[in-house]
């Protein structure tokens, strides 16, 4: 399946698309719920598979729901066969506790072959809990 034709499905199909290309999304509760051009929005309901030991928000699934949201909005700019992320860095500010937590991504500057997009997660009072900055590597044949 293209590119394009993944974006063209809408969210609700994205989601079904997602969680079966890539299960670990349906395991952590993620789901898209914003996808326009150069930006990408989601939720994470932070169920016991994406906790850490005292019931936080786990560091690592932090920057899965990051690179997966923060790739979305690489992907509604690539006009090239598919992409990778390059980099992903990401400053944990506050503990997730509150949950549903939202993760939201924007692409800063899309050039030739890179993306370099900014991306956060907020919690349920919308205390931001984590900030990243990532490149994503178009790929073209």
Avoid at 81 to 109: A, H, M, S, Y
Wanted: with cysteine; aromatic share 6%; charged share 25%.
């Amino acid at each position: 399946m293209g590119l394009r034709s993944v974006l063209a499905m809408g969210v609700d199909r994205i989601n079904e698309f997602i969680h079966k290309a890539e299960p670990i999304t349906a395991f952590l509760g993620y789901r898209l719920v914003e996808l326009s051009e150069g930006r990408a929005c989601a939720e994470l309901d932070a169920g016991e598979n994406a906790q850490r030991v005292g019931g936080m928000l786990h560091g690592g699934v932090i920057m899965t729901a990051l690179d997966e949201t923060m790739g979305f909005a690489a992907l509604t700019l690539n006009d090239g066969d598919d992409q990778v992320t390059v980099e992903l860095k990401v400053n944990f500010l506050e503990p997730g506790v509150k949950k549903p937590f939202k993760i939201c991504g924007q692409v800063v500057r899309r050039g030739n072959r890179i993306a370099v997009v900014e991306g956060e997660v907020r919690d349920a009072d919308g205390r931001l809990i984590a900030k990243a900055l990532g490149t994503w590597y178009y790929l073209k044949k």
